[in-house]
């Protein structure tokens, strides 16, 4: 087992949410009167809120806090941590203890397969699978790509709406988000429709049926897992020590794009660039540094994995490992 970056408080109740298996909303009406009656912690644990809000519980109206866990991080695999690994199989613990990729691989199209039977079926809010399969695929393969409702919908054979209801239901279900365009005054940018990204490399890919497929440096696949990878490894840091920060993406009317920029309260705006080059030079940002030069208040960095920091103009390139973890836990912030 790997020690987790999540501290749960020993004095509150909680909800415990991640990825897979339903939780019961029966229970709550249960809990809630223990929680009265006894001087027992409760923790209750499950991967969707749907039902819980749908009944009427509020969580418990506020009785209990609301944390989330997430497949695990770099930091919380240590020296096990492999990128490569971890770009094509994920994170997900139950892979980790796999002893070939021929097991990781039915492990992965298993846990797709069981996501659809019980995440969707038994809470019985879909109506006819077939259509959601194939959007799910369908989804995977657009994975951090800005969604065209209407080119989906025309792919997956049913209406815009019930591609929108399609992704409620994979945020509500943890097994993905959205990350939204940025709404900050800036002359130019080009208001968009959000991106959404799956919650884990490996479900992506299984989802994808590219888990067969090896991912090879230097191409473009390889470079979409990494900033996959990297944008996850952000928004887990960022939710595990509990920073209050908002996350967004722009891209400008001429496709420039700022992979993630970061509202930190009380902080510089900071506009991130993902690279998965190990030498990053000057031409590869030319781009990203006339984009970001216009921002007023802003940090520009690029995440990459070269080795050592480097500069050009005003643009720092930083190892990604070593930028994330000081960015998003209590390093000191950039």
């Known amino acids: 087992m790997y020690p987790r970056l999540l501290t749960l408080p020993t004095k509150h109740h909680f909800f415990l949410f991640g990825a897979r298996n339903t939780g019961k909303s029966?229970?709550?009406?249960?809990?809630?009167?223990?929680?009265?009656?006894?001087?027992?912690?409760?923790?209750?644990?499950?991967?969707?809120?749907?039902?819980?809000?749908s009944g009427g519980a509020n969580l418990l109206a506020g009785r209990a806090f609301v944390y989330n866990l997430y497949p695990l991080s770099?930091?919380?695999?240590?020296?096990?941590?492999?990128?490569?690994?971890?770009?094509?199989?994920?994170?997900?613990?139950?892979?980790?203890?796999?002893?070939?990729?021929?097991?990781?691989?039915?492990?992965?199209?298993?846990?797709?397969?069981?996501?659809?039977?019980?995440?969707?079926?038994?809470?019985?809010?879909?109506?006819?699978?077939?259509?959601?399969?194939?959007?799910?695929?369908?989804?995977?393969?657009?994975?951090?790509?800005?969604?065209n409702y209407s080119n989906i919908a025309r792919d997956v054979g049913v209406d815009s709406k019930t591609i929108q209801s399609y992704y409620s239901i994979l945020e509500d279900t943890l097994i993905g988000f959205m990350l939204p365009p940025y709404q900050g005054s800036f002359r130019k940018r080009l208001g968009q429709k959000p991106k959404f990204y799956f919650f884990d490399t490996g479900v992506t890919r299984a989802l994808a049926r590219l888990s067969t497929v090896p991912l090879v440096e230097r191409t473009h696949d390889y470079g979409n897992a990494f900033e996959h990878f990297v944008i996850l490894e952000c928004m887990k840091l960022s939710d595990y020590y509990r920073k209050d920060y908002r996350f967004n993406y722009l891209r400008t009317t001429h496709d420039t794009e700022i992979d993630l920029i970061v509202e930190r309260p009380g902080l510089q705006l900071l506009c991130i660039k993902i690279k998965s080059s190990r030498d990053v030079n000057a031409a590869d940002i030319s781009s990203f540094r006339q984009l970001t030069a216009d921002i007023p208040d802003s940090v520009a960095i690029v995440l990459s994995q070269d080795k050592y920091a480097k500069k050009f103009d005003h643009v720092t390139i930083l190892p990604w490992r070593q930028a994330v973890t000081e960015l998003f836990t209590d390093v000191d912030s950039i």
């Open 74 to 147: 770099a930091s919380e695999l240590g020296t096990d941590f492999e990128l490569d690994h971890a770009l094509r199989w994920g994170t997900l613990p139950q892979v980790l203890q796999c002893d070939s990729d021929l097991e990781r691989q039915e492990f992965l199209t298993a846990y797709a397969h069981t996501y659809l039977k019980e995440e969707i079926v038994n809470e019985q809010i879909i109506r006819k699978l077939d259509p959601f399969h194939k959007f799910l695929e369908v989804a995977a393969q657009g994975n951090g790509k800005i969604i």
């Open 26 to 53: 029966a229970l709550i009406d249960t809990i809630q009167m223990l929680i009265n009656d006894s001087d027992k912690l409760f923790i209750m644990s499950g991967s969707s809120a749907r039902k819980l809000k």
